[in-house]
C-alpha cells in the first residue's frame, strides 16, 4: 500500500525559508511531486515547475525514501495546502494518484 506523510509546514515569515519532507512507504520516489491548494482554488503543481523556479526545489533522499521540497525566499501568496503526490500510468495503462494528508504553510507578511 502506497502511504505519503508530509511534514515540516507552519508559519514563517515572508522572506523566510521552510522544508517540507514527504516521507514514502510502498512505493519508490518516482513520479512524485510536491502540490499545493489555494482556498477556492484547484490544486497546482509546484515543483517540478517553471512557476516558482528558482525559489522552490524538489530533491530526493533514497536511502530514507523521502522526497523534500525547500522553499525559499516565501511569499504570502505562497500561504496554501503542500501535498505530495505520486502521479503516472502503469505499463497496462492504468492511471494512479497518491496524495499525502497535506500540511499547512502559511506566510506572514
Known amino acids: 500500500q502506497v502511504r505519503l506523510v508530509e511534514s515540516g509546514g507552519g508559519l514563517v515569515q515572508a522572506g523566510g525559508s521552510l522544508r517540507l519532507s514527504c516521507a514514502v512507504s510502498g512505493s519508490s520516489l518516482n513520479n512524485i511531486g510536491w502540490y499545493r491548494q489555494l482556498p477556492g482554488k484547484q490544486r497546482e503543481l509546484v515543483a517540478p515547475a517553471d512557476s516558482v523556479k528558482g525559489r522552490f526545489t524538489i530533491s530526493r533522499d533514497n536511502a530514507k525514501n523521502t522526497v523534500y521540497l525547500q522553499m525559499n525566499s516565501l511569499k504570502p501568496e505562497d500561504t496554501a495546502v503542500y501535498y505530495c503526490?505520486?502521479?503516472?500510468?502503469?505499463?497496462?495503462?492504468?492511471?494512479?494518484?497518491?496524495w499525502g494528508q497535506g500540511i499547512q504553510v502559511t506566510v506572514s507578511s
Open positions: 503526490g505520486k502521479r503516472g500510468v502503469t505499463q497496462t495503462g492504468y492511471e494512479y494518484t497518491y
